[in-house]
């Protein structure tokens, strides 16, 4: 029995390849794994970008927030017991820019916690505190950047294993679907490679 959390963060909506394929292993899992599938759709409902509320009040005693900081607090404290709860996460991430969807970011703006989902080491390192988490991601990118002269421009997958493993959330698989933009035989190469690392994830699992 797993507790798994699906994170869909793409503006496309239903054209897009990284909520495919998160979803595909999300409930492939829930099938071989048993468990339930927490859906938190960035997209549908989009994280407002965080501001002084909740700066201000992640630092204040609880006692002490106004009316706003604890609906700023309460909401980023949601999306952190998500994880909390969650054996295993399973992330799609579309690239915008070069990078993340600002949805996306959103989410890692309100997770990325101090003293609540990263702290510091005897030593002054930073350590991640949501540890013994299995996480999926699912980038999807219309070039190419596992490989090549435009691997150097990959600011989505490098960024996303550091925010992750930041606040300890360090065993990732990645599974990508790139090169969907040189027309209509290379995007169906694209999708079944991608097809064939899912069903490999999903192996391992069973
Ligand atoms: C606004 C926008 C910006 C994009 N920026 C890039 C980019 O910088 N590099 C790239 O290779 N593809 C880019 N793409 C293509 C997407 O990465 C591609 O469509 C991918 O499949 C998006 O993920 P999704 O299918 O989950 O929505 C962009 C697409 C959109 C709509």
Known sequence: ?????????????????????????????????????????????????????????????????????LKAVGLAQELVDEVKAADVI?????????GLSSQLKAWFDHITWPRVTFGYNEAGRPQGLLTGKKVYVVTAAGG???EGDWAAFDFQTGYLRHLLGFIGLTDIEIVRVEGTVFGPEAAKAAI???????????EKAA
């Open 1 to 69: 029995m797993s507790n798994i959390l699906l994170v869909t963060s793409s503006p496309r909506g239903a054209e897009s390849l990284s909520t495919r394929f998160a979803t595909e292993i999300a409930e492939g899992f829930k099938v071989r794994l048993g468990g339930t599938v927490l859906t938190r759709d960035l997209a549908a409902n989009p994280l407002p970008h965080i501001g002084q509320a909740y700066i201000q009040g992640r630092v204040a005693a609880p006692e002490a927030r106004t009316p706003e900081q």
């Open 90 to 98: 399973v992330l799609g991430s579309g690239m915008i820019n070069f």
């Open 144 to 146: 190419v950047f596992s």
């Open 192 to 202: 079944a490679a991608t097809e064939a690392q899912v069903r490999s994830v999903l």
